[in-house]
């Protein structure tokens, strides 16, 4: 008998339900176990592009889903809603204090996140407080769905070759369910702002003017096609004709179809960037910040926070520019100068994109060698530079990190957004590779999903933003505090521009969605502290207007970090061991900011006794 989605999730919910409550004279550890045991499956089930990019067992997945793709309708956030009020029922049906010490820490982790989780659905639009619209310049399942499709779905066997079809269409269904979706937002008072629909609108059109065949859908196929020795050469011209129908009649229609939906929304737009202007907007942000940085800290001791860094970091940065003979003007002034140097810039063609990828390569194995001076454990997943995706790179950042699957199948990849190399001077590269890729997210993301004491869906599943990100940004002053920029005054510039572009952030974010600024002055403001290039900072500030409190979890749990080692340092005197800190803080894997003190407390604590 088949069970349909509906049907599996009632089942699952049970399950969680009955995992939880278990036999009274089990263990809690044991009830612990099933119960998370249960809830990965039932995250995965939903998620069947995720469980492709991590490389797990159809087991673990709850089934098969090589040829399935997520529900991005009302129905399908409907669902990820009642796992997690499920997943928080069966953890409070558990005695936490019952539980030992690792598995408390575990308890609290889960909880914290679904938790956090159920506050940002319990407001309908788009993704939730954090994510509150469906479709951007930024998101969006036309940003992610033709890169998932080359880059990510296997193509080594006739059946991954069927199952690429099956996401094809998939993947139109999904662009028409957020087309419903935009109208359904939109009727509840929920719609992006002016720049973010017309980005989207703008790549959307890039991408559907294209023919069936130039699409990277098609040319992915015909590219892996030869690979799959399953398939004769006789066969593969069959597969190139039914994925050209299904791009024809069912995607590039889609992609119509979102443009249309987004055009009868269009005149409504306003171009005020806060969330502040919608249904419940203050209570939202409130909960976005929450959910972002795990802390209470309030947009304004954020927004002040912001401004002192970016005092002390200004600060340092005019003394290397008056080192280098540069005193007349602003430090930000001084920085763009210092930005527009030809011999800072790489030329904007396709062999100065290769180079540039050359040297964040080179850059990345220099501090790789040198890790083993400041971690016990060290991440064996490789890593792999990529540029972004040509397609979307219009609204992408400038920089971001996709872990290496678990199997081992794909590496970690960084990508950087090459759109304009006079994005990139050279000063500024150094500080990128060491945030998205070592010792930054590629490394703390592959030791946390190598860590084997921890459970799958810690190691795997679940993340809090203001570790992860803080992590990225501690790893960039963890190299300068490495003597990387001993000979290089000029890398080191760039490493204080990018943490006070961090600082930034913080005030920009709750200017916008807190004291109500226009795009217009928060692009001004970060253009004045950073001197960044006014196209990059336009492309940051649109971001911050879609995903509001995301910028602040940077610097937040940076400061945290920094915190926990200095408390730390301060505990142990000479025996503190910057090995141990950051294993301890790795190999415990994504937590609130406050288990991650807490962790260190007890590390340092054992470590004096």
């Known amino acids: 008998m088949q069970m349909t989605r509906r049907a599996a999730l009632g089942a699952g919910a049970a399950t969680l339900a009955l995992a939880a409550a278990g036999c009274q004279n089990d263990p809690p550890?044991?009830?612990?176990?099933?119960?998370?045991?249960?809830?990965?499956?039932?995250?995965l089930r939903e998620s069947p592009e995720r469980c492709t990019s991590l490389g797990v067992s159809e087991e673990q997945a709850g089934g098969r889903y090589v040829d399935r793709v997520s529900d991005n309708s009302k129905a399908g956030k409907a669902r990820t809603k009642e796992i997690t009020e499920a997943a928080i029922a069966g953890l409070n049906a558990i005695n936490r204090e019952q539980l030992e010490a690792r598995d408390q820490v575990t308890y609290d982790v889960v909880k914290t996140s679904f938790e956090n989780s159920l506050a940002n659905l319990n407001f309908e639009a788009g993704g939730g407080a954090t994510t509150p619209y469906t479709v951007t310049q930024l998101y969006g399942a036309y940003t992610q769905g033709p890169d998932f499709l080359d880059s990510r779905h296997p193509m080594t066997t006739r059946d991954e070759a069927e199952a690429y079809l099956s996401r094809l269409s998939?993947?139109?269904?999904?662009?028409?369910?957020?087309s419903a979706v935009i109208a359904e937002d939109a009727a509840a008072g929920v719609i992006p702002p002016d720049f973010a629909l017309d980005g989207a609108t703008a790549q959307l059109r890039q991408f559907a003017s294209n023919a069936p065949a130039q699409t990277v859908l098609m040319q992915s196929l015909v590219r892996r096609l030869p690979d799959i020795a399953e398939i004769p050469e006789a066969d593969r011209a069959g597969f190139v004709s039914r994925a050209e129908t299904i791009v024809r009649d069912e995607v590039l229609p889609a992609y119509q179809r979102q443009i249309d939906a987004i055009a009868a929304v269009r005149p409504q737009a306003v171009h005020d960037a806060g969330c502040w202007r919608l249904p419940n907007g203050e209570e939202m942000y409130a909960v976005a910040l929450r959910q972002r940085t795990t802390t209470n800290m309030t947009p304004d001791e954020i927004h002040n926070l912001g401004l002192e860094l970016i005092a002390q970091l200004q600060s340092e940065m005019d003394a290397i520019l008056r080192a280098q003979g540069l005193t007349s003007g602003t430090v930000a002034q001084r920085v763009t100068q210092v930005s527009r140097r030809p011999d800072q810039l790489y030329a904007n063609t396709d062999a100065g994109r290769e180079q540039l990828l050359r040297d964040l390569n080179a850059q990345c194995a220099a501090i790789t060698a040198r890790m083993p001076e400041v971690c016990g454990v060290l991440a064996r997943a490789p890593l792999?530079?990529?540029?972004?995706?040509?397609?979307?790179?219009?609204?992408?950042?400038?920089?971001?990190?996709?872990?290496?699957?678990?199997?081992?199948?794909?590496?970690?990849?960084?990508?950087?957004?090459?759109?304009?190399?006079?994005e990139?001077?050279?000063?500024?590269?150094?500080?990128?590779?060491?945030?998205?890729?070592?010792?930054?997210?590629?490394?703390?993301?592959s030791i946390q999903q190598e860590a084997g004491e921890l459970p799958f869906i810690r190691s795997a599943l679940l993340g809090f933003g203001a570790y992860g990100e803080g992590w990225g940004l501690y790893s960039e002053q963890l190299a300068d505090e490495m003597g990387v920029y001993a000979d290089d005054p000029l890398g080191r510039l760039g490493y204080l521009q990018s943490a006070t572009f961090r600082a930034s952030r913080l005030v920009v974010d709750t200017g916008m969605h807190a004291k109500r600024w226009s795009r217009e002055q928060a692009i001004q403001s970060m253009a004045e502290a950073?001197?960044?290039?006014?196209?990059?900072?336009?492309?940051?500030?649109?971001?911050?207007?879609?995903?509001?409190?995301?910028a602040c979890s940077y610097m937040v749990g940076k400061v945290a970090i920094l915190r926990a080692r200095e408390a730390a340092r301060a505990a142990m005197g000479d025996r503190f061991d910057i090995k141990g800190f950051h294993d301890t803080v790795l190999t415990n894997g994504s937590v609130p900011l406050s288990v991650m003190e807490s962790l260190v407390t007890q590390w340092s604590a054992a470590q004096a006794s």
């Open 29 to 43: 550890a044991g009830r612990l176990n099933e119960l998370l045991t249960q809830l990965s499956t039932d995250i």
């Open 170 to 178: 998939g993947y139109a269904r999904q662009l028409d369910q957020e």
């Open 384 to 422: 792999e530079i990529k540029r972004v995706p040509v397609f979307t790179e219009a609204g992408s950042p400038g920089g971001y990190y996709q872990r290496a699957s678990i199997d081992g199948s794909r590496p970690g990849t960084y990508y950087i957004n090459l759109r304009d190399t006079a």
């Open 424 to 445: 990139w001077p050279k000063f500024s590269l150094p500080t990128l590779s060491y945030h998205e890729g070592i010792p930054g997210h590629h490394w703390q993301g």
């Open 530 to 550: 950073t001197g960044d290039q006014v196209s990059a900072v336009t492309t940051e500030i649109e971001r911050y207007a879609c995903w509001p409190g995301q």
